[in-house]
Structures are given as structure tokens and as C-alpha cells.
């Protein structure tokens, strides 16, 4: 008998949130980057609680470095990658 793979696919079944790429077990967007109703954040909701996260993991940075990493990051989410001001960076 050939080695059943779907077992093992069931067991590593987990998705990544749409918005920041944080690995969350159901739905498309973490408890960070949704409203109280369940609703996805704005852009610059967003952006701004990413960049305030960056620059405490990259306290040497400028304000700009800052913003041209969230914006490049974003680019790789789902949630963003159309936004004007990822594509426009
Ligand atoms: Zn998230």
C-alpha cells in the first residue's frame, strides 16, 4: 500500500494571517488585525501598529527605514499587496 499522505497534511494544516503573515489556526486575519467585529483594520491602522513594532525591533533606524520595511513586508501580505501605498512605494 502506498504511504497515505493525507494524515500528515491534516496534522500541519495551519494558515497565516492575510494582514501580518502571523500563523493562526482558522479565518484569514489574526485577533491583532481585526476590529472588535471581526472586520479586517484599515491600512493605516495597520501600518502604523507595524511600524511602531519595527522600530522597537530596529531602534537605530530612521522614521523612513522604518516605513520602507513595513511597506515592503506588506507587499508580501495578501491584504496589502494591492494597497496604493504598498504599490506606490
Ligand atoms: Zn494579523
Not at 494558515?15 to 493605516?44: H, K, N, V, W
Not at 502604523?48 to 513595513?70: G, L
Request: with cysteine.
Amino acid at each position: 500500500m502506498a504511504h497515505d499522505l493525507t494524515e500528515e497534511k491534516v496534522m500541519t494544516t495551519t494558515s497565516s494571517c492575510e494582514s501580518c503573515g502571523m500563523p493562526i489556526e482558522s479565518g484569514r486575519y489574526c485577533g491583532y488585525c481585526t476590529d472588535d467585529s471581526g472586520a479586517l483594520q484599515s491600512f493605516e491602522e495597520r501600518f502604523t501598529r507595524m511600524a511602531a513594532w519595527q522600530a522597537r525591533r530596529d531602534p537605530a533606524a530612521s522614521r523612513q527605514d522604518i516605513e520602507r520595511q513595513v511597506l515592503d513586508y506588506m507587499a508580501t501580505l495578501p491584504a496589502w499587496r494591492d494597497h496604493p501605498r504598498v504599490q506606490a512605494r
